[in-house]
């Protein structure tokens, strides 16, 4: 039981490093065209 | 100058030259037709230099507001994985033995889980471009792309965000913290 629990968790920690990844990618690369475009 | 054109085409009129006369006509059909030309141009120009200006302005807020989300991003991001931390150091404590563990240390994981951290992004100056005629002055068709699909990046993100949220607080922590009493 604990153990069907932990898997859960991992996934649920997968999947939000994941967005946070996708999330982290769109920012910086917004970030860096806006930067460049109004230079 | 009318008033030349003018005397001009009576004069080549009035003195039979027709073949001249259509010459001078076509010349002058051209001569108007560069000037409509010229002056579209000059239009255009003028638009473009006026379209760059404001793209100009754009970017910049866009980009103040993306550095001010990205900050707040990685402050939430490090206060999860610090919530993070305490929950692998809770799980690992089990079974507890009263007499071994360090209460503090407990009591310091579990003060990780109290704030709950939540990326609410600024996005005043993202939703009036997109949802504006403004969007057409963004010349970078990839960061078109990537503002477009913005509101759905954060969605996704929200909800996996609201999943381990909701997982912490009705299945971890409350369950841990029946087990400990202070």
Same mark, same amino acid.
């Given at each position: 039981?604990?153990?069907?629990?932990?898997?859960?968790?991992?996934?649920?920690?997968?999947?939000?490093?994941?967005?946070? &990844?996708?999330?982290?990618?769109?920012? &910086? =690369?917004?970030?860096?065209?806006? =930067?460049? =475009?109004?230079? | 100058?009318?008033?030349?054109?003018?005397?001009?085409?009576?004069?080549?009129?009035?003195?039979?030259?027709?073949?001249?006369?259509?010459?001078?006509?076509?010349?002058?059909?051209?001569?108007?037709?560069?000037?409509?030309?010229?002056?579209?141009?000059?239009?255009?120009?003028?638009?473009?230099?006026?379209?760059?200006?404001?793209?100009?302005?754009?970017?910049?807020?866009?980009?103040?507001?993306?550095?001010?989300?990205?900050?707040?991003?990685?402050?939430?991001?490090?206060?999860?994985?610090?919530?993070?931390?305490?929950?692998?150091?809770?799980?690992?404590?089990?079974?507890?033995?009263?007499?071994?563990?360090?209460?503090?240390?407990?009591?310091?994981?579990?003060?990780?889980?109290?704030?709950?951290?939540?990326?609410?992004?600024?996005?005043?100056?993202i939703k009036?471009l997109v949802n504006?005629?403004?969007f057409?002055?963004?010349?970078?068709?990839?960061?078109?792309?990537?503002l477009v699909?913005?509101?759905?990046?954060?969605?996704?993100?929200?909800?996996?965000?609201?999943?381990?949220?909701?997982?912490?607080?009705?299945?971890?922590?409350?369950?841990?913290?029946?087990?400990?009493?202070?």
């Open positions: 039981m604990f153990k069907l629990r932990r898997n859960n968790l991992k996934d649920i920690i997968e999947n939000e490093e994941n967005e946070i &990844s996708l999330i982290r990618k769109t920012i &910086s =690369k917004i970030i860096e065209l806006s =930067k460049a =475009k109004n230079q | 100058m009318i008033k030349f054109f003018r005397k001009t085409r009576q004069n080549l009129l009035s003195e039979g030259k027709t073949g001249k006369y259509f010459k001078y006509a076509i010349g002058e059909i051209v001569l108007v037709m560069i000037g409509i030309l010229l002056a579209l141009q000059v239009n255009n120009w003028n638009q473009n230099r006026i379209n760059k200006q404001k793209e100009k302005l754009l970017l910049v807020e866009l980009h103040n507001e993306f550095v001010k989300n990205k900050e707040q991003f990685e402050n939430v991001i490090l206060a999860h994985e610090k919530a993070l931390k305490s929950t692998d150091y809770m799980i690992n404590q089990f079974p507890i033995n009263p007499k071994e563990i360090n209460l503090d240390t407990l009591f310091a994981h579990t003060r990780g889980w109290a704030n709950r951290h939540t990326f609410n992004p600024s996005q005043g100056v009036s504006s005629s403004s057409d002055i963004i010349s970078d068709s990839e960061l078109r792309k990537l699909s913005w509101e759905d990046v954060l969605t996704d993100y929200q909800e996996e965000e609201n999943i381990a949220s909701e997982i912490l607080r009705n299945h971890i922590s409350s369950k841990l913290l029946d087990k400990i009493a202070y």
